[in-house]
Each structure stands twice: as structure tokens, then as C-alpha cells.
Nanobody
């Protein structure tokens, strides 16, 4: 059973930085393509950045150059470093495999960026 526990969200001012963590259990992240998703109020959940088993990252244009995804294989944990945050980054952030395992969604972590 896959379990995903996100943490690290909070309230930051525009231009600030934050790092999110995702502790993964039930699967090994080194054997799965992984990604960070977000869901803003009134919008559908979307994939914003992903990393393949081989280490290739793909970022949505909206976060390209500002967000970085990484993995700690020993800790089976994934991270999202977010820099130059903008109010439009406000959302609940989730981690999951790519494509997402529907039964594995965690509670997510809320990021709020104030202007």
C-alpha cells in the first residue's frame, strides 16, 4: 500500500522560498517516476514538476526556473524547492507517482503566497 505524506507548507511572502517534503512508503522512489502536483482553489489538480527514474526533470512553464524537484533515495523522500514564489503558486501541494496512483493521494500541504 502506497502512502505519501507531504509537509513543509506555510505562508510566505511573494519572492520568498520554501521546501516541501514527501515521505514515501510502500514503493521505492528510485524505481518510480515521481511528481509534485498542486490544486489551487476552484481549479483541478495539476502536475507541476516531475522526475523520472533516470533523473530527468520536467517542469511546467509556470514553475520552470523557480521550482526544483529532488529525491533522497536513502530516506525514500522527495523534495520540492520553491523559489521566487508568487501569489499564483498558492495551492495545496501533493506528491504522487507519474502517472498518479489514484488511491495513494495524501492530505497534501498548503502553500499560501501573499503579495
Amino acid at each position: 500500500q502506497v502512502q505519501l505524506v507531504e509537509s513543509g507548507g506555510g505562508l510566505v511572502q511573494a519572492g520568498g522560498s520554501l521546501r516541501l517534503s514527501c515521505v514515501v512508503s510502500g514503493i521505492r522512489i528510485n524505481f518510480n517516476d515521481m511528481g509534485w502536483y498542486r490544486q489551487a482553489p476552484g481549479k483541478q489538480r495539476e502536475l507541476v514538476i516531475s522526475i523520472t527514474v533516470g533523473g530527468t526533470t520536467v517542469a511546467d512553464d509556470s514553475v520552470k526556473g523557480r521550482f526544483t524537484i529532488s529525491k533522497d533515495y536513502a530516506a525514500n523522500t522527495m523534495y520540492l524547492q520553491m523559489n521566487d514564489l508568487r501569489p499564483e503558486d498558492t495551492a495545496v501541494y501533493y506528491c504522487n507517482t507519474v502517472p498518479a496512483e489514484p488511491r495513494a493521494w495524501g492530505q497534501g500541504t498548503q502553500l499560501t503566497v501573499s503579495s
